[in-house]
């Protein structure tokens, strides 16, 4: 599937398959789901006026022109009848009507609108289409109807194509965060970022704002900057995942909805009465539902804003008895809340687990487990489970992963973690999860002063393509 994955999404960058596909708060986290594709135009019929080509500023009136389209004459009486056997015949358009009043003004009849792709002549109705209109004595002659199209009638990928100058990718693809849709457009479609927005938010239901996100990541807690292209400035999302409410200041934390499948695997993994240390806990996409599962849960995040929609949620689902919450480094968070929980937790029965999702740097974080409870005596009856996620370019990256989570650890970890792919979330890049059981020799190791330690967030500027996926 990861192989599947890098070559589809090749093909597409190369091929440039015009495409749209909408992510929403509640998709699933599918290994291509961050790939568009997209049908060819319909019909020839349907393509928008060639003068609204290089548009910048959306005039809707310029899309409205009349097509000719073929129609059938039927009797009023038998119009419902009619219309159930020819489901498949019949135009398909957004706002167009597939009955209308018949030329003539004749109130006995109606004109059943048909889709110009299919029927061309009284031959091109199916048996089973041809059948029916024999039984109830309706004529197959094919009338021409004078059709006017809007830009309400149009599809979002039909009047980007129209307007975007030819020959240029066309991609409308985004991911939804309750009331927002969030692009990440490509250079040469900037000259064009508020008609695209325009149109996103016109023609997707429930869409009010519509925003994109910049080239550079400058906040100290990894949120990016955002320009909105349309709609309201209202950044306070509200969404679902795995039947869990989630509200947060989209602008000032992070939120991928399409790693829903991710969280609920690790979530199942959690029983009533575990314990869970979320190191990186954003809003809580790990936390709350492993709260809701009856476990106890130590969550943290850097980020103030949110540390406090963390807080928030917590409430909304009712479970801030079962979630203590910190506003720490993630080291911090390790070597003091962790580190002062985990000597009883270790004489337990119950399961410990913890999470440590930031893909750009969690690997790196490893090290601060070396000699976490040197002052301790040695246990090694119920050491915590670690899911450590990281992203790879490697040809082999459950190798990888392994590799450097051995080197940051300082430990071998080799035939003694399992590796899961999680989503490919550019070509020739994984996110990964590494798993596998604490080292009761690196918790209670007497050396806890490896070289090279890392710091939370990374000093330097990153481009999007390295973070955006980092939850």
Known sequence: ???????????????????????????????????????????????????????????????????TVPALRVPTGVIHKIMKSLKKATIQRPGVPRVVQDKEGNCEFRLILLDPNRMSLSSSFSDTEAEALRSFSVSDELHDFELKLTYDNLKTEEVLEAVLPEGQDVTSGFSRVGHIAHMNLRDHQLLYKNLIGQVIMDKTPGITCVVNKTNIIDSTYRNFKMEVLAGEENMVAKVKENGVAYEFDFSRVYWNPRLSTEHERVVQLVKRGDTMFDVFAGVGPFTIPAARRGAKVFANDLNPESYKWLQHNCKLNKVESRVQTFNLDGREFIRGPLKQELPALLKGGAGVHVVMNLPA??????????????????????LPTVYCYGFSKDDNPDEDMVKRASSSLGFPLENKSTVHFVRNVAPNKDMMCIRFTLPNEILFCKNNEPEGQSEEPAPKRQKCEETNNSE
Do not use: W
């Open 361 to 382: 740097l969690a690997l790196e974080f490893l090290d601060a487990f070396r000699g976490l409870l040197k002052n301790e005596p040695p246990c090694d009856l119920n």
């Open 1 to 67: 599937m990861r192989i599947f994955c890098r070559i589809f999404a090749s093909v597409q960058i190369h091929c440039k398959i015009p495409g749209i596909v909408q992510h929403s708060h509640f998709s699933s986290a599918s290994p291509c789901s961050g790939f568009t594709v997209k049908s060819v135009m319909e019909h020839k019929l349907y393509r928008p006026p060639p003068e609204v080509r290089g548009m910048t500023s959306l005039d809707k009136d310029a899309f409205t022109q009349t097509i």
